[in-house]
Structure formats: C-alpha cells, structure tokens
C-alpha cells in the first residue's frame, strides 16, 4: 500500500512536469529576457548578461557588468510589456543605487529587444 | 578666443613678455614711443617686495613642498618679506632680517600661513620657475616619490592648442568649461563657486581675468558628475539623465553635446579604487581621454588624494601613476592634487576619508587661506590655475 503510494506520486510528479509549461526560457520571452538582463546588471552578473544582450552590445560586456560595481542597487516595482511585432519592450519601476546612504534612482526605459540564433536579446534603450 | 585688451594691465613677471607681444600685435613703431614717454617702464620695474606675518608657527622648507628639507620655523608675528613664490602661490619664500638688514631666516612656507590682511598679491611676486615642486629622493617609498614626481601644474602643450582649435571647428564654446567625475566632482562646491560674482580671491590676483573668461556663461551641473559615478558608468547611457540625454546616449556623449565645451575637468579615483583593477583603471581612463579629446575638448584630469590610513591608500597611488603616465603619453594637462594635498590637514580629505573637505562658502575665498584647509578649495584653486595657464596659451597662439 505504502509502495503503491510512492509510486502513485511519482508517476503523478512526472506527468505534470510533463504536461506543465514551466517557466519561460530567454528565447521564448522578451519581456523575461529585459528583466533578467536588468537584475543580472545591478548584481553584476557578468556570465548572465553575456547570454542576455545581442551582438552587437557584446563589445560593452565589462561596462554593462561594471557600470554598478561601485554602489549597492536594486531594482524597485520593476513592471515590463512587450508590444507584438514592434521589438520594444516598455519597463517602468527604478534601479535605487545607494552610495555611503545617498539614493541615486535611474528610471526604467523603453528597451530594444532583438532574436539572435531564435533567441530574444537585449539590445540597447529604444527610441 | 577673444583678444583682450587688458594686457597691459596684467602685473605679473611674465609682463615683460607680454608687453612684447603686446608690441607685434599693435606695431612695433606705434609702442616705441611709448617707451621714452615712460608710460611702460613702471611693468618692467623690478617687483616691489611684500612684508607680511605669519598668524600660525609655520615650517620653512629648503623648497617648495613638504619633501624638501626642513630649515626652521617661522614663529607668528615676525615680520617677514615675501620675495619669491611658486607658480601657483600656494608656497612662498620668505626672509626674515635683523636691524642691520642681514637675513637671518631664508626658506619657503605655506602661503596660506601668513596673514592676508596685508596688500601681498601675488601678481607682483616673482615666480621661481627653476625649482620642482618636490624633492622626490627624500622620499622613502619608491612609487610616492614616482607621484610626488609629477608637477603639480602642468606645461599646456601645443597638441592642446590643436585639440582646443579642433573643438572650435565642431562649435565647441571657446569660454564653456565643465566637470566629469564621481561625487567628488558632482559637489556644488567644486567649479559651480568660480561663478559666483562674489569673489575673494585674496592673494591670487593673478587669476581673475581667466576666471572672468570662463565663468561669463557661468557654470551649471554637469549631467557626467554623478554621485557613485565610475569609470565604467560614465559610458553607460543606463546612468544617464532621461530629461536631457537622448536613448542610448551615456552620460559624457550627453554632457559634451548640452555644453560643447572647451575644457573638461576630469576625476575618477575614489570610487573606482574600490572596485576595479588598475589595469581596468588604465583602460577606462585611456577611453575617457580619447573621446573626450574626439570631441575636440581638452581633458584636464586630477590625480586623488587619498588617506594612509585607507585600506586603498596604496592602490591609489598605483591608480594615480596611471594617470600620470596616461597623461604624459596624450599630453593632457594633469593636476597632481594628490601631491598638493600633502600639506593639508588629512589630507584636504573629510571624516569618510574619500570625500574631499569643503569649506562651506559656495564662493572663492582664498582671503583667508582656505586652499590650505580645504581639499575642494586647493581643487578649485588648482583647476583657476590651470584655466589661467590655458588662457594665457591661447592668448600667446592667437597672438602669434
């Protein structure tokens, strides 16, 4: 009886990962890939941002990942939308830096978002 | 840049030279009467020589900065005569005689030491221009006696004078100065009092008609001196202001557009020191030298000082010798105000020992030795001393 549980369970565990969505990949999602390229750049997480931002901004891969080292930041109400068709994906919340107990706060913008290899990328601020 | 026509007014020991380009410019045949009528001779008279007193016991050192020997002391109250000053005026050379007009004290001191309430103004002081600023093999540790090494002023050189005449072929404004840099540059205490019309500039006569010219549009923030601003982040437009820079647009492309400046006083130090390598220092300085020269602006960069009690304090003297050599390898103006600190309590530093002291006026005064005090009064004074210097290039390329 107590086997049959277990198994019961598991089968269970199985079946609905299998028939579950699970969270959305990078490419999958333009909106998930702006958020997590903007936490990756207030951790400075320099190996997360190199698989998140497009070619073309590969260049600046130190700045992104540096550009915060020197103050603690975090992302505040940080709300982001994607825009069918029009590769631009609208955020609004606020990065908070705050240096020796001054707060900086630097306003969410409007991201370029660009597929690469059928993935999405961050690709620099929008028009 | 405009021609004044206030040259000869300006009582400096350089007047000799200037009262000869005076002459090419206006004909020699049209001033040589001028020197029979008498009218120029009291410029090329030997300076008069200022009597002064100390109000603190100062330290006489065998030369212009702490490194040098120390000689004596100066005790409050004896009067003295100021016969020499260094470029700046921030140190004097005093001699103290007996009765019998024999000198029985010789040496340099601090400026700031001695009362001001006197008429010493340093427009009528001859400039010693033989000796350094320092004498680094008094000093023990081999990169401090690098540091100390580097002038505390520099030599304008002529590639500044083609990176200023490039920038007015891109519209740069000939008289627009501004500041890119962390806190320590974003303080409304540095560069924003040089606009103030109240003005008391004590001894350092010398230095208004270059303040005059840089400050007629006055001085405003600068969009590229952000607190916790680094050296990385002054490239990234995610730490540029949203109201008056464009997408995509960092915070030095912003400020170069809004100003078209001339001049652009650099430092970046402080933060950077604590989280990135000197190699990375290097580089970052190396690109913000370069663009800010593709703009046709001349970068004038300051090392920092910094406290030995720091964790950092060694780190930053490696971080400052890179700026010296970047310096030296683009010809770009350096102040070395981590060696004119030297001589100010902590430092010119503040309690956090990073921040540099203000003094609380949010307009020059150096009437009462505030350059001696206050670190952000010596940065002012320093960046004046180096706007005058370009000015009176500029001056001397126009004229030629």
């Known amino acids: 009886m107590k086997a049959s549980f277990i198994i019961f369970i598991i089968l269970t565990t199985i079946l609905m990962s299998a028939c579950g969505t699970g969270p959305p990949t990078a490419s999958s999602d333009p909106v998930d890939v702006v958020q997590r390229y903007l936490q990756a750049k207030v951790a400075g997480d320099r190996d997360t941002l190199a698989g998140l931002i497009c070619s073309i901004q590969e260049a600046n891969l130190d700045r992104e990942a540096l550009s915060f080292s020197g103050v603690k930041a975090q992302i505040n109400d940080m709300v982001c939308q994607y825009t069918e068709n029009s590769n631009v994906v609208t955020c609004s919340g606020a990065i908070v830096a705050d240096y020796n107990g001054e707060n900086t706060d630097f306003p969410l913008v409007n991201y370029t978002v660009t597929q690469e290899d059928g993935q999405w990328k961050w690709c620099g601020e929008a028009p | ?400």
């Open chain 2, 1 to 400: 840049m405009n021609n004044s026509n206030g040259r000869l007014t300006l009582q400096n020991n350089t007047s000799m030279l200037k009262v000869l380009i005076v002459f090419k410019q206006i004909g020699f045949c049209i001033a040589l009467p001028f020197l029979f009528t008498g009218l120029i001779t009291p410029l090329l008279a030997p300076s008069p020589i200022s009597v002064a007193t100390a109000f603190r016991r100062a330290v006489i050192y065998a030369g212009p900065g702490d490194t040098f020997q120390q000689t004596g002391f100066l005790n409050p109250g004896l009067e003295i005569r100021v016969v020499e000053r260094n470029q700046t005026g921030i140190w004097v050379r005093i001699q103290r005689v007996d009765e019998a007009e024999n000198v029985v004290q010789d040496g340099w001191v601090i400026s700031a030491y001695l009362n001001r309430d006197t008429d010493l103004q340093f427009s009528t002081i001859p400039v010693n221009s033989t000796l350094l600023d320092s004498q680094p093999s008094n000093v023990n540790s081999q990169s401090m006696a690098k540091l100390y090494q580097a002038p505390i002023l520099p030599i304008i050189s002529d590639e500044m004078i083609e990176i200023f005449n490039l920038g007015q072929s891109l519209g740069n404004q000939s008289h627009v100065i501004t500041k890119v840099g962390d806190s320590l540059s974003a303080s409304n205490q540095y560069l924003i009092p040089l606009a103030n019309t109240r003005r008391e500039l004590g001894p350092y006569d010398y230095l208004a008609p270059a303040l005059d010219f840089y400050t007629r549009a006055g001085i405003t923030d600068s969009v590229a001196a952000r607190i916790g601003l680094s050296t990385y982040a002054v490239f990234d437009p995610l730490w540029a202001d949203k109201e008056q820079c464009q997408p995509n647009e960092s915070p030095l492309n912003c400020e170069y557009r809004l100003k078209k400046p001339a001049i652009s006083f650099l430092m970046f130090g402080p933060n950077d020191v604590r989280s990135m390598t000197e190699d990375k220092y290097e580089t970052q300085m190396r690109s913000l030298i370069e663009a800010t020269l593709a703009h046709g602006i001349i970068p004038v960069i300051s090392t920092f000082s910094a406290h030995p009690d720091e964790e950092f304090f060694w780190q930053s003297i490696n971080f400052n010798l890179k700026l010296v050599a970047l310096t030296e390898e683009y010809q770009t103006p350096l102040i070395n105000l981590w060696a004119a600190a030297r001589i100010l309590p902590d430092f010119g530093l503040d309690q956090d020992k990073v921040h540099l002291k203000v003094s609380g006026f949010d307009y020059l005064k150096y009437d009462t030795g505030h350059e001696a005090f206050y670190g952000v009064s010596l940065h002012n004074l320093l960046s004046i001393c180096v706007l005058n210097q370009i000015y009176e290039k500029l001056n001397v390329e126009v004229n030629e």
